[in-house]
């Protein structure tokens, strides 16, 4: 099977003033197409970087991440912008939705910014559906529930049908049921699309779910456990 992500001796290193911080130092991994990866390891180990590093949504300092066959260092912004924009969702929690856009028009936005504004509000609406969030479609954010933001989240992240989706934390702030049914959404989305999934969790329970657990400490992968 082909390989959707390729990490080779990555190392990021942040420099804020006199302070440097080593995030990630060296390190490997692979993830083919349509598998699902979850990241786990202590607060401040370096998921949040990994993952933006990855997505290419910041620089890594050294080494070399290949996403589908093309390494992203060799990329310039434009490409990458399109990249995001086109093959990749994000569901983390600072992409906060924009609060004065309703929530089918929240979904909408990632083809608009896409230059695929045809059948965008169809599109959209489906994702939403998808979500089961049909009868939610003219709520703005601070109408909505917690679980029922994440939903709207998880529905931009998905209509463009991206091949890969990062999601960081997607349950985080979510109770026990609601963490489950968001996951539910994902992993029938993985199983009918087919995209690749790469997702950070604290929770053990949500991380089983996935083919594979990478723990990361201190920016570097301590070892991989792979499930029945
Ligand atoms: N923009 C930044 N500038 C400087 N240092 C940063 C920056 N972002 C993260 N760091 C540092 O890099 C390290 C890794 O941070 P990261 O956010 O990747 O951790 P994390 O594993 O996602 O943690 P958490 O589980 O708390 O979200 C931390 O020590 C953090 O302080
Ligand atoms: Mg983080």
């Not at 003033?17 to 991994?29: M, P, Q, T």
């Not at 939610?136 to 529930?145: E, I, K, T």
């Not at 989305?189 to 969790?201: A, C, D, R, S």
Request: hydrophobic share 40%; net charge negative.
């Amino acid at each position: 099977m082909k390989n959707m992500i390729q990490v080779e001796e990555v190392h990021k290193y942040y420099d804020i003033g006199s302070v440097k911080v080593h995030a990630l130092r060296g390190l490997d991994f692979t993830v083919k197409k349509g598998e699902k990866v979850a990241v786990m390891g202590p607060s401040g180990c370096g998921k949040t970087t990994l993952l933006n590093c990855l997505s290419s949504l910041d620089d890594i300092s050294e080494g070399k991440v290949s996403i589908a066959g093309r390494n992203i260092m060799e990329m310039s912004d434009d490409e990458k912008t399109e990249m995001r924009a086109l093959e990749m969702g994000f569901v983390f929690q600072f992409y906060n939705l924009l609060p004065v856009l309703t929530a089918v028009e929240n979904v909408e936005l990632p083809l608009l910014l896409a230059g695929r504004a045809k059948n965008a509000r169809t599109r959209a609406e489906k994702a939403l559906k998808i979500v089961g969030l049909g009868n939610r479609m003219d709520h703005r954010p601070s109408a909505l529930s917690g679980g029922e933001r994440q939903r709207v989240t998880i529905a931009r992240a998905i209509v463009n049908e991206p091949n890969i989706i990062w999601a960081d934390e997607p349950t985080g702030d979510l109770d026990t049921v609601t963490s489950q049914k968001i996951m539910d959404i994902l992993d029938i989305l993985n199983e009918k699309i087919g995209h690749t999934m790469v997702l950070v969790t604290h929770e053990r329970e949500i991380a089983e779910r996935a083919e594979r657990i990478v723990h990361m400490e201190s920016g570097v992968i301590k070892r991989e456990e792979f499930m029945e």
